[in-house]
């Protein structure tokens, strides 16, 4: 079973100004993988908090895969590219290349998109777009792929 935590980043929805829609809508995305969702959070756009977060989920629990939603885009106070930049050992572009790719056949604006993946340690990060319909869309582009990269990640399978 696939051990996951989901992080969105939003300092309104950290602050209770509006509820989370993002994480939500990955754990629905994650469903047809029955996978066992160990963290979920919200924090503020800090790129400190953000790379603190993904360390610990990787480092200290292990999780094989984190998925953050928000803070992709080209706004001012957007760093979780960043953060997770600063914690990834390996980068895995593929991902977030697809998730664009077909973004664009949905809207122009999925080309904004700053999105990272990496590998840190054993566990798969992904930054995820904040809208809940670029979550769904992002996710089930790339889910094929998920469970066969956690396992090369973690050494049960071989690429």
């Known amino acids: 079973m696939m051990r996951v935590g989901i992080l969105t980043v ?11 829609a ?14 066992r969702v160990e963290r979920y959070e919200v924090v503020p756009d800090d790129p400190q908090t953000i790379s ?3 360390s610990l ?22 760093f979780t590219p960043e953060a997770t930049l600063r914690v990834v ?4 572009p593929g991902l977030v290349e697809a998730m664009r790719s077909n ?8 080309m904004l998109s700053r999105a990272v993946a990496g590998v840190r340690g054993r566990s798969l990060i992904i930054n995820l777009p904040g ?28 690429e």
């Open 57 to 78: 989920w990787a480092d200290e629990l292990g999780l094989d895969l984190i998925l953050t939603t928000g803070g992709t885009g080209l706004g001012p106070r957007d």
């Open 52 to 54: 603190d977060r993904l």
């Open 22 to 35: 993002g994480g939500p809508a990955v754990e629905s995305a994650l469903a047809s993988l029955h996978p």
């Open 10 to 20: 939003s300092d309104r929805s950290s602050r209770g100004e509006r509820p989370d």
């Open 103 to 110: 973004g664009r056949t949905h809207t122009p604006h999925a």
């Open 131 to 158: 809208s809940p319909r670029a979550v769904v869309e992002g996710l089930e582009t790339i889910l094929p792929a998920l469970p066969h990269a956690v396992e090369v990640i973690k050494g049960e399978a071989r």
């Open 89 to 92: 050992d390996r980068n895995a």
